[in-house]
T-cell receptor, first 111, second 117 residues
Framework: QKEVEQNSGPLSVPEGAIASLNCTYSDRGSQSFFWYRQYSGKSPELIMS????GDKEDGRFTAQLNKASQYVSLLIRDSQPSDSATYLC???????????FGAGTRLFVKA | SQTIHQWPATLVQPVGSPLSLECTVE??????LYWYRQAAGRGLQLLFY??????ISSEVPQNLSASRPQDRQFILSSKKLLLSDSGFYLC????????????????FGPGTRLTVL
């Protein structure tokens, strides 16, 4: 069983729509959760981190965490063609040195 | 602010040749340092991590090695490259891990794209 699972996509949404990206994880002891964006040929860049159950909003991005269901999601409102990228979900145990990354979901935003 | 550098940006090497990739971090002290490899269309594979000078933990047995000769310098090496070593190599840093907080966050360098022919 993969430790962090994501739908590989591609997920295609029209410009201006909401893109919903999902991630599940297997380790119930996980405490820190991250979303990274990776453009083709570039390194991952951090979008958001979330540590508590519920929603966390930052501009057009909202991260949602449900530890009971071992589920974390990222919503992108008013999607733009520049949001087209691969989105990586990452999970870490507090005090641990290993952050486990999902394989990523490819998002295409059509103009 | 903190910055992380990697070089070279791209590298083409023949099978059996040696490898040395370097990563340096500025603007922070005693960071955790990480080497990842990303094969084409794949996720990130953790290769090594280091919590201090001379302290290296290997995650995957392979023909690669890592060293940390200085606090903010991390080097990935190989004596003889294999075709399977091709990929995108990423260095990352974080501050000392602790309670769930922003200190767990990893930040990536620009990467080195390695092609072994």
């Amino acid at each position: 069983q993969k430790e962090v699972e994501q739908n590989s996509g591609p997920l295609s949404v029209p410009e201006g729509a909401i893109a919903s990206l999902n991630c599940t994880y297997s380790d119930r002891g996980s405490q820190s959760f991250f979303w990274y964006r990776q453009y083709s040929g570039k390194s991952p860049e951090l979008i958001m981190s979330i540590y508590s159950n519920g929603d966390k909003e930052d501009g057009r991005f909202t991260a949602q965490l449900n530890k009971a269901s071992q589920y974390v999601s990222l919503l992108i409102r008013d999607s733009q063609p520049s949001d087209s990228a691969t989105y990586l979900c990452a999970v870490n145990n507090a005090g641990g040195f290993k952050t486990i990354f999902g394989a990523g979901t490819r998002l295409f935003v059509k103009a | 602010s903190q910055t992380i550098h990697q070089w070279p940006a791209t590298l083409v090497q023949p099978v059996g040749s040696p490898l040395s990739l370097e990563c340096t971090v500025e603007g922070t002290s005693n960071p955790n340092l990480y080497w990842y490899r990303q094969a084409a269309g794949r996720g990130l594979q953790l290769l090594f991590y280091s919590v201090g000078i001379g302290q290296i933990s290997s995650e995957v047995p392979q023909n690669l090695s890592a060293s940390r000769p200085q606090d903010r310098q991390f080097i990935l090496s190989s004596k003889k490259l294999l075709l399977s070593d091709s990929g995108f190599y990423l260095c990352a840093w974080s501050v000392l891990a602790g309670r769930a907080s922003s200190t767990d966050t990893q930040y990536f360098g620009p990467g080195t794209r390695l092609t072994v022919l």
